[in-house]
């Protein structure tokens, strides 16, 4: 049972546009959401978090949006450049559990066009 | 520079062989991890350890073992009796194994048994 889903596995978008990637969870008892990005034969590396308390969470180009109602969040990439190609995890955690307890979704891969 | 090393690159071993994969960390990190990556899957914990010599079992342990008897290394041997060997072997670690420390992850071990 995928608790966390990437529905999209891939997406392609123009150079200079928004990117924006989707994630969806059904357990209610996770309150905290991280995104990583890998490149190919690579690691993945963190990329962005947010508590269930904020709705969204700002650094740079990269935006997290959360909302808990339909226990869905978003990534979004504004202006997207060739380096964002690459695929995107989401992850779910709950509060008082360790990272042992961590779910991913499947990625979803973001194809940059210059 | 810090980080985690994860040793070799690609593997290729002949069905019935045990083989063991490295990882090493200089980020002083006490709590380490090993997930698996297929296609079209989430990472999957095999293995987690929160400090020396102690590992727990993570959601797909079978057919796999781990030893944790320095800080900055946690080998994982694939034996003979994991079903479906071939995969892509991730090994990350984080300060903190509180679900919000983000992980720091290897380049990972792409391992083929035929």
């Known amino acids: 049972d995928q608790q966390v889903k990437q529905n999209s596995p891939s997406l392609s978008v123009q150079e200079g546009r928004i990117s924006i990637l989707n994630c969806d969870y059904t357990?209610?008892?996770?309150?905290?959401f991280l995104w990583y990005k890998k490149y190919p034969a690579e690691g993945p590396t963190f990329l962005i978090s947010?508590?269930?308390?904020?709705d969204k969470n700002e650094d740079g180009r990269f935006t997290v949006f959360l909302n808990k109602s339909a226990k869905h969040l978003s990534l979004h990439i504004v202006p997207s450049q060739p380096g964002d190609s690459a695929v995107y995890f989401c992850?779910?955690?709950?509060?008082?559990?360790?990272?042992?307890?961590?779910?991913f979704g499947t990625g979803t891969r973001l194809t940059i066009i210059p | 520079d810090g980080g985690i090393t994860q040793s070799p690159k690609y593997l290729f071993r002949k069905e019935g062989q045990n083989v063991t994969l490295s990882c090493e960390q200089n980020?002083?990190?006490?709590?380490m991890y090993w997930y698996r990556q297929d296609p079209g899957q989430g990472l999957r914990l095999i293995y987690y350890?929160?400090?020396?010599?102690?590992?727990q079992k993570g959601d797909i342990a079978e057919g796999y073992s781990v030893s944790r008897e320095k800080k900055e290394s946690f080998p994982l041997t694939v034996t003979s009796a994991q079903k479906n060997p071939t995969a892509f072997y991730l090994c990350?670690?984080?300060?903190?194994?509180?679900?919000?420390?983000?992980?720091?992850f290897g380049n990972g071990t792409r391992l083929t048994v035929t």
């Open positions: 990350a670690s984080s300060s903190g194994w509180d679900g919000v420390s983000p992980l720091h």
């Open positions: 357990n209610s008892m996770f309150d905290y």
């Open positions: 947010i508590s269930s308390i904020k």
């Open positions: 992850a779910a955690s709950a509060l008082g559990f360790g990272n042992e307890k961590l779910t």
């Open positions: 980020l002083n990190h006490d709590a």
């Open positions: 350890s929160q400090i020396v010599n102690d590992f």
